[in-house]
């Protein structure tokens, strides 16, 4: 069985491809994994100074969880912590050398992780941006929290509440930045991403890892706190009804049938 995630070295340059075009790139189980792995890597590999992180094919950069494997449930993650079942993200993994990520498509759910949680994001000037959690009953919490610190609470409050009814054209998302540079292909993208890639790669590893983590940690100072809340928050819903209709009904193709007691228990 071929991993769901490629992960090439060149020129000292860690390039990680989402590689599940058939399914949007979408992250499943074996993928989870595979990020964890290959982050750990990255951080750990003294020949590797920067990482891109990017979809296979043209369609997709990143569609989110499968939603196919959410009919299965999450099990024992109820009693377990933030920090042991989100690691596949770089700043998850507490990565220390610049990541960029290049977006060649369609980003949408967990898929907004990798861009909010990269150093830099470059970006088709033709694809969307959406969060479609609430349309199939789960709730935009971690992911939230990323967009609302790159791009502020609005945008994260448009695209968490309207779900599948709003997509957020790359060019707004460069004005409010969540995306740093445009261009104008896909290939084009990756040209750019490579260019700056060797751009750190010339510079002091410790000077860049230093900077990095002084400008994050001035909008983080609040983090942890908000980051712990909002995992309890997801958490929560887990034993709601609708986080059950949701996938059943994407599942089956028809509309969902929604809960609207907050209460309810399944």
């Not at 595979?34 to 020949?47: K, T």
Request: hydrophobic residues 40%.
């Amino acid at each position: 069985m071929s991993s769901p995630l490629r992960f090439e070295i060149e020129d000292r340059v860690a390039i990680l491809t989402l590689d599940r075009p058939e399914r949007g790139n979408s992250i499943d189980p074996r993928m989870l994994k595979a990020l964890e792995q290959a982050w750990a890597r990255v951080e750990a590999d003294p020949g590797i100074r920067v990482a891109i992180v990017t979809g296979a094919g043209e369609r997709h950069f990143c569609t989110g969880a499968d939603v196919s494997g959410l009919e299965q449930g999450v099990g024992g993650l109820n009693n377990r912590q933030y920090r042991d079942e989100n690691r596949f993200s770089p700043r998850m993994m507490h990565v220390t050398k610049p990541v960029i990520c290049a977006v060649n498509g369609l980003v949408n759910g967990a898929g907004l992780h990798f861009v909010a949680d990269s150093d830099v994001s470059i970006s088709r000037d033709d694809v969307d941006y959406m969060d479609t959690h609430v349309s199939v009953g789960q709730v935009s919490a971690l992911e939230s929290i990323g967009v609302a610190r790159r791009a502020g609470p609005g945008a994260a409050l448009l695209m968490g509440l309207a779900g599948r009814g709003y997509r957020m054209p790359a060019t707004r998302a460069y004005e409010l930045g969540l995306v740093d540079l445009l261009e104008p292909s896909a290939t084009a993208v990756m040209a750019r991403a490579r260019e700056l890639a060797q751009a750190m790669v010339r510079n002091s590893p410790q000077a860049m890892a230093l900077t990095k983590r002084a400008i994050w940690n001035s909008v983080e100072n609040v983090e942890p706190q908000a980051t712990l809340y909002a995992w309890e928050l997801l958490k929560s819903h887990w034993s709601h009804p609708d986080f059950e209709e949701g996938p059943k009904a994407f599942a089956e193709k028809r509309p969902a049938n929604w809960n609207l007691d907050p209460n309810a228990r399944r």
